[in-house]
RNA sequence: AGCCUGGUGGUGUAAUGGUAGCACAGAGGUUUUUGGUACCUUCAGUCGGGGUUCGAGUCCCUGCCGGGCUGCCA
C-alpha cells in the first residue's frame, strides 16, 4: 500500500478488505475481478465498478481478472465482448493474460450439478415457468414443493444427461438446487441452476443445450479464479445466501461478496436495457452516441480516461443509493481538459467585421498561445488581415452596464491580436447586422499597447482568409429532468427525452489548424468549451466538432437572473 | 404484507464514544490578453422521540421515511 492511504479515508470496502489481509486471510492474498455480462456497451457505472476493482488490487498489491460472465446466449454478442474491452483497455486498466469467460467454466460447472444431485441437493423438475411462479409463494406466504422434488438420484441423473444431450425442449425441464421452499428470501426457494436453451453460444458454438444460471456460475467462477472479494451492486445483496451455499455446500473456495451502490446520475439513465431501447428505436444515434453516459459515447462525445477516473475517485462508495449531479461530472472534464487542451479561435455565428485602417490585401502571422496552463507548449502561427469574424453575440448595439465585449465606441481586444473599436454598424433591409466597421490600433498588435491601457473586454474572431466550415455539434443534457424515471400514469422515460439535447451548427468558422487536429483530440475553442473531432464523421471524411462541455459562463449565469 | 438494506448541508462522501470535515453546486471577492483558470471568503447538515454516558452522528429502544426482492436475466 502506498503511504498516503493512511490519509485518506478509507471506503467500507476497502477498510474490509484492510482487515482482511490484517488477518492473513487467504495467506493476505487479494484478487478482484470485474465481470460484465456482453449484452450491451459499458457505461459510466461500469467505470466505478472497474475503478473499484482494478483499483483495489493494484493497492493492495493484488490481481483483478475481466470476466465475460456468459451464461445466457440468447442477449450476447462478440460485438459487445469486444467493446467491453476496449472500453476497459481506454480507461488504461489491464487484466494481463488473465481474460476469462463464465463459459470456460462450463464443464465444471456441469460436473458440479451432478454432485449436487449426487449429494441429493439438486433435483430435475418439470414444472413449467407459470407452475414454478405458482409453486414459488410469494413475498408473505411459504412456497410449495415441487411434486418432482423427491425423485431418485438415479432418475435425476438420467434426466439431466438427458437434458444436456437436447433430448428436452426449452422451459419443459430445469434443474434446481433443493434448498427451502419457505425461506423469505425467494432466492433460495429451490432456485434453478441450470435451463435449456437450445441457442447457438458465441464461445462454446453448439456444443451445450443447457446453461447454468447466474447464480450457479457467478460465485463458481470467482471461486475458480481464486478471488478473493467478490464485489458487485447491492441488488445482489439478496443472492448472497446463494453465493455462499454453493461454496459451502461444493466445498470449494469461497471469496467474500461485498455489496456497493450502483452509480446513478441525473438527467440521464444508467442502464443497458433502457439504453438499448434508446438505440433501437433510434431516439439516439447508436450506442457511441456523444449524449449517452456509455464510455464508447463518452468517448466519441471527448471525456478524457482521466477526467473519468477523477470523477469515479470522487462519486465516492457506500451502500446507500445515491444520485450524482451532473455537474461533478463537467467539473472533473473541465478540471482535466483545462490542464491537457490546446486553445483555438473559433466563432459559432460569425459576423464580418472589416478594419477600415487596415492595409488593403495585407495578410499578417500573429502569434497564438497554444495552453496558458503549459507554457512549454509554445505557440502557433494565426493570420490576421482586414476581413475578419467575430462572434455574433459580441456584439451589442445596446449594450447593459459592464458589457465588455464590442459596442460602438467601445475598445476591446481581439485575442492575441489588435485593439479594435467599432465605428459603424451596417444592417440590411430587413434591419438585420450584417457588418461592422472598426478601426484599429497599429500599436496593439499582440494585445498590448506602450502605454499600457487596459481594455476590459478580449474576445475571439477568426480570419477570412483562412477560416475553415466545420459543422458543429453542441449537447444538452439527454433528458429535460433530473429523474428520468419520474413521470405521469401511462408513460415512461422516453416521454421525458429532451427534445434538443443536440443542436447541429453549420456556419461556425475555425482556425484552420483544427483540420490537423485527429478525432479524440481534445482543444478549447476559447470562451466556447472544450471540443474534440467526431470520430464517426472523420471515417467519412467529414469535419465534425463535437462540444464536450462548455466553459463555465459566469457572465451568462449573471444575465439570466 | 414478509424479508433484506439504508437515512449526515442542494448533491455526494468522511468522522469507528471526544472540536461534524472534504468535494461539487450556490453566493461574494482578488488576479487575469478566455466574463475561463487560479486563489480567497461565505451560505448550509447528523430523520423524529426516548434512553445509556462526563460526553452520542456513532451504542440501546421506538417511531418515521427511502431503496431492493415474487426471471428458467445478470
Known sequence: MEENDSEKPQDFIRAHISEDVANQKNDGRVHTRFPPEPNGYLHLGHAKSICLNFGIAKEFNGLCNLRLDDTNPSAEKVEYAKAIQKDVKWLGFDWEERLFHASDYFDQLHQWAVQLIKDNKAF???LNFEE???????LTDAGKNSPFRDRSVEENLDLFAKMKAGEFDEGTKTLRAKIDMSSPNLNLRDPVIYRILHQEHPETGDQWKIYPSYDFAHGQSDSLEGITHSLCTLEFEHHRPLYDWFCENLKIHHPQQIEFARLNLNYTVMSKRKMLRLVEEGHVDGWNDPRMPTLSGMRRRGFTPASILSFCERVGLAKRENIIEMELLEFCLREDLNKCA???????????VTIANYPDGQVEELDAVNNPEEPETGTRKVSFSKTIFIDRNDFMEDPPKKYFRMAIGKEVRLKYAYYVTCLEVIKND?????????????ESRGGGTPDARKVKGTIQWVDSTTAVNPEIRLYERLFKVPNPDEVEEGKDYISNLNSDSLTSISNALVEASIQEMKAGEAFQLERIGYFTIDSKAQEDGNLVLNRSVAMRDSWAKKQGK
Do not use: F, S
Not at 132 to 138: D, I, T, V
Not at 432 to 440: D, K, N, V
Open 124 to 126: 430435475v423438475c418439470d
Open 132 to 138: 414454478m411462479r405458482a409453486h414459488r409463494g410469494n
Open 342 to 352: 490546446q486553445r483555438r479561435l473559433g466563432v459559432l455565428d460569425p459576423l464580418k
Open 430 to 442: 430587413q434591419g438585420e447586422i450584417t457588418e461592422l466597421i472598426c478601426e484599429y490600433d497599429p
